[in-house]
């Protein structure tokens, strides 16, 4: 099936530091690619998103490459702030069988950021 | 313009007992996906209900049960439940047709 392998974490930077994340994924068909955001007790908030090969998302600083031919799809952003710091997961959309639209997400484990002042 | 709501925030149960989640989507959207996340873990998808009904099912027991009411609203039912079982409960909507999918705050569920 469809899945998604991030960096191991966890991450530590300093203020300013440039921040790259690793994902690579493992999809049958053509998904759409999401990198998600969790602060500390809240749920999940959208970061970007890409619906294509060689797509750019891009929100907040963060960029990231729906890249096809190596499966990837790496977050980054040049120059990190403290309030950077939360969990985050790289994930795809997987339509899943039969049935048009039951679109379901598929995540990586997750990548905890840490931003030292 | 309200954002997927999610109730109860938190939830202490024993072994055994059954819990009834609830999730209320974004306005507009018409499709309630639950996800549960496990600590340190990415969420793992649990099912998917539009139009009331189930439409998609990821690899959970049959402990685990749900329902889309007319308004779009869903809860999600867990019979039996084991301390595996603990973890953050998360609902999240779209409008069918579009695959970007908003997130309420979950449920924290605690099994002892």
């Known amino acids: 099936g469809n899945s998604v392998t991030q960096m191991e974490g966890p991450v530590t930077l300093s203020e300013e530091a440039f921040l790259t994340i690793n994902c690579t994924y493992t999809?049958?068909?053509?998904?759409?690619l999401f990198w998600y955001v969790q602060y500390p007790g809240e749920g999940l908030q959208l970061l970007l998103k890409?619906?294509?090969?060689?797509d750019k998302g891009s929100n907040k600083g963060f960029e990231a490459t729906y890249r096809k031919e190596t499966t990837s799809f790496h977050l980054e952003k040049g120059s990190v702030q403290v309030s950077d710091s939360a969990v985050y997961f790289c994930?795809?959309?997987?339509?899943?069988?039969?049935?048009?639209?039951?679109?379901?997400?598929?995540f990586g484990q997750g990548t905890r950021l840490t931003i030292n002042p | 313009d309200a954002g997927v709501t999610q109730s109860p925030t938190h939830l202490i149960k024993t072994r055994g007992q059954q819990v009834t989640l609830r999730c209320s989507p974004k306005?507009?959207?018409?499709?309630v996906s639950w996800y549960q996340q496990a600590l340190g873990q990415g969420p793992q998808f649990i099912f998917q209900?539009?139009?009331?009904?189930?439409?998609q099912r990821g690899n959970f027991p049959d402990r685990f049960s749900g329902h889309q009411f007319p308004n779009y609203s869903s809860e999600l039912n867990v019979n039996a439940l084991l301390l595996g079982d603990s973890a953050l409960y998360l609902c999240?909507?779209?409008?069918?047709?579009?695959?970007?999918?908003?997130f309420g705050p979950g449920t924290r569920l605690t099994v002892l």
């Open positions: 209900y539009y139009e009331e009904e189930e439409r």
């Open positions: 999809a049958t068909g053509y998904p759409s």
């Open positions: 999240a909507s779209r409008l069918q047709g579009y695959n970007e999918q908003f």
């Open positions: 994930a795809l959309s997987d339509l899943g069988p039969g049935v048009q639209g039951a679109q379901k997400l598929v």
């Open positions: 890409a619906t294509k090969a060689d």
């Open positions: 306005s507009g959207h018409d499709t």
